[in-house]
């Protein structure tokens, strides 16, 4: 939440626009961003900065393939890294499964994951894009039928033997998320 503090502080020198801020993670780091968008003004949060809670709100989340839940469909290493010797305290599991986070303050998101992902489940995407529906937040989702975890630019570089050939790339989410951004 500071970087996006310390983005919107700096806009006029780095010639960025404050009013569109976009965080964007994959995978853990999918859970670092998500939880900027949903605790941007969690009460503990702002005692501690003492800061006006608009100042660090992202505008927009960009989500890949994101760690999202604690529950049946958790990646449960994420979750001992994150709470370590509290991973398995259920006040701290509860509150770190996004998808229970979710209010109407959350910004717009754009959410893409892989159908076949076998380290974090699209269970995790679905749970959070329908708490956002629920809520009424926009949203736009992308599952791709095929894409092993981990794919970042989902294009030949990072497939490498093309062993899911050009018509399973899901390359095309970078095209959709800068629409996405501008829109």
Known sequence: MLSV?????????????PDNISVCGFSAGGHLAASTGVFWNNEYILKLLDIEPEKLKPNKLILSYPVITSGEYAHRGSFENLLGEEKENEKWLEFNSLEKQVTKDTPETFIWHTYDDTVVPVQNTMLFASALIENQIPTELHIYKSGS????????????DKKYGESH????????AVRFIYD
């Open 5 to 17: 503090l310390y983005v919107r502080d700096h806009a006029k020198e780095y010639h960025i626009d």
């Open 149 to 160: 975890h981990g794919l970042s630019l989902g294009n030949y570089l990072v497939y490498g």
């Open 169 to 176: 790339m899901s390359s095309d989410w970078i095209d959709k």
